[in-house]
């Protein structure tokens, strides 16, 4: 699972217990200007993952770690799909992100107001 917060104009992602070393990551760093938005999306579990690299991927257990699809780099880790988000990425290291978080509601509500609209 992870934890989101803002930290002034970036948005960082806590992983959390275990998951840090299926992931092989422990947080990551997002400038805002670099997110597009978020959604809350159980349904996500069940798209082509690609190829991992570095990561773990158990069906029905863990999607963790980095995976390369289609020329996109995307960030995963998910063990409960109801509780999935995708923070969707523009020029960053990843096209997305693919999390579980405890509240999907509130977290895309917190990004969505943090995010700056032109």
């Excluded at 275990?18 to 760093?29: C, E, I, V």
């Excluded at 200007?33 to 029905?60: C, F």
């Excluded at 509780?83 to 997305?96: P, S, T």
Aim: glycine content about 6%.
């Amino acid at each position: 699972m992870a934890t989101v917060t803002i930290d002034g104009d970036t948005l960082v992602v806590e992983i959390e217990g275990m998951d840090k070393l299926w992931a092989l990551k422990s947080r990551l760093t997002i400038p805002l200007d670099k997110v597009r938005g978020a959604t809350a999306d159980p349904g996500m579990i069940h798209q082509p993952k690609g190829i991992r690299a570095p990561g773990a991927h158990i069906p029905n257990v863990i999607t963790a770690g980095t995976f390369h699809l289609a020329g996109e780099k995307v960030f995963w880790d998910v063990r409960d799909p109801a509780k999935a988000i995708v923070v969707e990425l523009a020029d960053a290291q990843y096209a997305r992100l693919v999390i579980q978080v405890e509240d999907p509601r509130t977290t895309v509500s917190l990004i969505e107001h943090s995010v700056r609209r032109p």
